[in-house]
């Protein structure tokens, strides 16, 4: 299965519009990120290992190079990539400090007199884990602690040589195979040992900081913590890249699970014909919101790759935090959304478990994305980080303005849970369900505030004691953050869609609004937002949403353009006949004729 996916990276990088895109990136022409990122999403709808080992050697380590690098070293490194005289990889995860980067123990020490740099892991805990393309890939962009004259100036990323062309391992790397997962058996991932590796001292990326011969260090930006910020961005495009995959993996579950329940027949009235089973409430519940939630994500996230693309022409991804937060929120959000989605799809009974039918695979494939760059618990800490930063900035900078005008929204609110809730109508506007996920976000913000403030000045608790106490409700805020900017892009974006196409998709949108109403109705009505009769009608809306989309449900689906060499799956109409060898070994007897019985496999024979 590696080599047979490392046969399609290659071939795949080969063709004209993929060098293309590499050399796009090179030269950072406008767009090129949207279009990199909608390939990327169309590749892993074909084979996710494919996808996801493109996306290592280029996005990864060919993103470290394009904006870690001066434009020197991008020249000297990205083209070769473009051409595939060699592949990489990208090592900044360690067995003992995994989303804790500015803690990574790898050790780089500039030796004077030979102009190099030392490469070295002094402990276990300093060992590269779970590296992608650790057994194929000749360099790896490896973060380690820079070290000059026995001072650390922090994280930086060095270019280091691991295997020549003929699968020989470099004096001093060892590449350990981390062998069996649970997906991604195309995906080669490894763990990377370095034994004083020494590199020239060129092969530091040094846009953001660098080393003279004399061995003086130079850094355009002066604070520590700033530079750090500014080497992490690197993953802020790879993040977003997770979210384009893991969006895909929806649509083509939804697309399998939806073209088969619009063909399967099963009960129904008696001595009447047996009805599809779309028509069964049941399945059209579980079915549609996840539909109505993967057209959302789409938009939210092609919102994001333009912001990123204009960010990154105009060379300000540095400091670009909030950006930042827009890429991080949607890839947490986005990839527990694509397991529970394709749980879901799983809906077509024991067809739907089986391997030729894909959803199972797409589900032990994806399910790693919850963790790929960073594990999503992290991913929302940062979110939440930067909304306290701009609450905090908003009084520093009005303090006496911000007073007046945060009483006016807490009361506003306050009075809104006493009069707009029991306003009945309002349920089932989408204005009413913008205004609810804004009050919750708000609410909970507000809250956090105050309990780390009083954790931190009255209790005297140290801020870590006092962030650490309070994590579950920084997951909840940091989520109500994402519902509100992905149904608020979602609402924007219908109104510039084509007048034809509008009405379905505010059908689906209203249904998504729905949908975060009800999944958070309980505390809805703890802060007396919603009555009991209001958050009853949402339930019976909800029910009445599925139930009316469910016929638009294949116009929804064909406006996702797979193609039918994407979907290979028998249950969705689309049989392909060498499925089965695509996981199992070919049979070596001849097919059983019908009526025959088939040879009994031996004791121990490999099926």
């Known amino acids: 299965m590696r080599a047979l996916t490392f046969q399609r990276v290659t071939f795949t990088m080969g063709l004209p519009l993929l060098k293309r895109t590499i050399q796009d990136q090179a030269e950072k022409t406008k767009n090129f990120v949207s ?28 993103g470290a190079i394009r904006n870690l690098g001066s434009p020197a070293r991008v020249t000297k490194w990205l083209q070769p990539l473009q051409e595939q005289k060699y592949t990489g990889m990208f090592a900044m995860t360690e067995r003992g400090h995994r989303s804790n980067v500015r803690g990574v123990q790898t050790e780089a ?18 060992e590269k884990t779970y590296i992608g393309n650790a057994m194929y890939g000749n360099y790896a962009a490896v973060f380690a602690q820079l070290i000059i004259n026995g001072r650390s100036q922090g994280p930086h990323c060095f270019i280091v040589p691991v295997c020549d062309e003929n699968g020989s391992m470099y004096p001093g790397v060892t590449a ?24 020239p001292r060129e092969n530091l990326l040094d846009k953001f900081g660098s080393v003279a011969p004399g061995g003086q260090y130079h850094s355009p930006i002066k604070d520590k913590s700033a530079r750090f910020n500014a080497t992490l961005a690197v993953l802020t495009p790879s993040r977003l890249a997770v979210t384009f995959q893991a969006t895909g993996s929806m649509k083509l579950g939804l697309m399998i699970a939806i073209r088969y329940s619009h063909s399967r027949r099963q009960f129904g009235p008696k001595a009447k014909e047996e009805v599809k089973i779309i028509e069964h409430q049941t399945q059209t519940r579980r079915l549609m919101p996840h539909l109505a939630t993967a057209l959302a994500l789409t938009f939210a996230s092609r919102y994001a790759g333009i912001l990123l693309d204009k960010d990154i022409f105009r060379g300000e991804l540095v400091g670009s935090l909030p ?3 827009l890429v991080a929120g949607p890839k947490a959000y986005s990839t527990w959304e694509n397991i529970g989605c394709l749980q879901d799809c799983e809906c077509a009974g024991g067809l739907g478990y089986m391997m030729e039918n894909r959803i199972s695979g797409l589900r032990c494939d994806t399910d790693v994305f919850v963790t790929f760059e960073d594990d999503n618990g992290v991913v929302l800490q940062v979110v939440v980080q930067e909304l306290l930063a701009q609450y905090t900035k908003q009084y520093e900078e009005r303090p006496i303005s911000s007073l007046p005008r945060n009483w006016t929204v807490s009361g506003g609110d306050k009075l809104r849970t006493s009069f707009l809730a029991f306003n009945m109508d309002t349920v089932g506007n989408l204005a009413f369900l913008l205004k609810a996920v804004n009050f919750r976000e708000r609410v909970l913000q507000r809250g956090l505030v105050a309990r780390i403030y009083y954790k931190v000045m009255t209790e005297k608790e140290d801020f870590f004691s006092a962030w650490n106490s309070c994590l579950h409700h920084v997951t909840c805020l940091s989520l109500a953050h994402i519902h509100r900017v992905t149904l608020e892009r979602f609402s924007l974006a219908v109104r510039r869609c084509p007048e034809e196409d509008q009405a379905l998709l505010k059908k689906f949108c209203l249904l998504y609004g729905t949908k975060l109403a009800f999944q958070e109705r309980a505390w809805y009505l703890e802060h007396k937002y919603l009555t009991p009769l209001a958050s009853m009608k949402i339930r019976r809306q909800l029910l009445y949403l599925c139930s009316s989309l469910k016929d638009d449900a294949l116009r929804g689906i064909s406006a996702f353009n797979i193609p039918h060499t994407s979907l290979h799956a028998s249950i969705a109409g689309i049989a392909d006949p060498m499925a089965s060898w695509a996981f199992y070994p070919a049979p070596q007897h001849p097919l059983a004729r019908e009526g025959a019985r088939s040879p009994r496999p031996k004791l121990g024979a490999k099926l």
């Open 35 to 62: 279009r990199s990122l909608v390939i990327g999403e169309v590749l892993s709808i074909a084979d996710v290992a494919t996808g996801v080992k493109c996306g290592i050697i280029y996005w990864l380590f060919g």
């Open 109 to 126: 020490t500039f030796d004077l007199s030979a102009q190099e740099f030392v490469i070295d892991t002094p402990r276990e805990n300093a």
């Open 176 to 199: 350990i195979d981390m062998m069996y997962k649970e997906g991604l058996h195309g995906v080669d991932n490894g763990i990377l040992r370095f034994d004083k590796v020494r590199i």
């Open 323 to 325: 950006l930042q937060v």
